[in-house]
């Protein structure tokens, strides 16, 4: 099969899955609970999850599975096998407080490198793709990454995590992009975001998140022309594109004084 009819496949999974999500949000009956006593996690989320491994093994029988609800655990990131790396609802909180930025994350990598990505996001009618060299889309127009390359002209788009005590040291990155860059936004799904950078909404983009997270969103902002790396390099094993911590995701000219910028942050050698 066609990394091209692996796509189509792939959008169909994940326009099931978001037609799953609005109703669910419609008819308001999912139970929700804590993961590790911070993360939620609904019922939506474990029944998306089941469909789309579901689907996808009834497509691709035999292929590896990461994602987050069934198969979190992050091993299969080393190996070089075909690996589809799903987030069946990304932006939980959003979904369950009634906010639109949702989205479906189906990405599929092979040989340590992304390949296709899509993120469907239902309640903004969405659909970003991706095909590895070969460009991106939303909705199957393309779509590029902005040319801002001015520091002090660009919006950027970050996140934080579950566990407030991880959040403190993170406040000097935010103080240090407040007071360089034009502005912040944070939209509570790493998907878009990476989307958003994809068709120039965003300049920028960085965060630590998971890799069910980033998959899909690391190849479509690449696609789309962004520049994408790491602040700092990650363990070895682990190939760049499936590697979620420390992520610095720009628009060509910004990575790197942004870079730049967010680790002299880090190491607390910064004029705010």
């Not at 599975?65 to 690996?83: C, G, K, M, T, V």
């Not at 407080?97 to 599929?108: D, E, F, K, P, Q």
């Not at 002209?153 to 566990?163: C, K, W």
């Not at 602040?231 to 760049?240: D, M, V």
Request: some cysteine.
């Amino acid at each position: 099969m066609t990394p091209a009819q692996r796509l189509e496949l792939a959008v169909d999974i994940a326009h099931e899955a978001g037609r799953m999500i609005v109703e669910a949000r419609e008819r308001q009956v999912f139970g929700q609970r804590y993961k590790h006593g911070h993360e939620l996690v609904t019922d939506t989320d474990i029944e998306v999850d089941t469909h789309i491994s579901e689907r996808l093994e009834q497509h691709f029988a035999g292929e590896a599975r990461l994602s987050e609800e069934l198969a979190p655990s992050r091993e299969a990131l080393s190996s070089p096998r075909a690996l589809w790396v799903v987030d069946p609802i990304d932006g939980t909180v959003n979904f369950a407080h009634g906010l639109r930025h949702v989205a479906v994350s189906i990405g599929w990598a092979n040989q340590g490198r992304t390949r296709l990505g899509v993120v469907h996001a239902p309640f903004l009618g969405e659909t970003f793709t991706a095909l590895d060299g070969q460009g991106a889309w939303c909705n199957g127009q393309a779509i590029h990454a902005s040319r801002t390359g001015n520091l002090s002209h660009a919006l950027v788009g970050t996140g934080f995590p579950y566990r407030r005590e991880s959040r403190l040291p993170l406040m000097r990155r935010l103080t240090a992009v407040l007071a360089h860059c034009q502005d912040v936004r944070r939209n509570g799904s790493a998907a878009l975001d990476l989307c958003d950078v994809a068709c120039g909404r965003l300049d920028a983009y960085y965060e630590s998140v998971s890799p069910w997270d980033c998959a899909a969103g690391w190849l479509i902002a690449r696609e789309a022309g962004a520049r994408t790396g790491h602040l700092y390099r990650g363990p070895a094993g682990i190939p760049e594109d499936l590697y979620g911590e420390n992520l610095l995701v720009t628009s060509p000219d910004l990575h790197v004084e942004l870079g730049d910028l967010l680790r002299r942050a880090d190491a607390g050698d910064i004029d705010t």
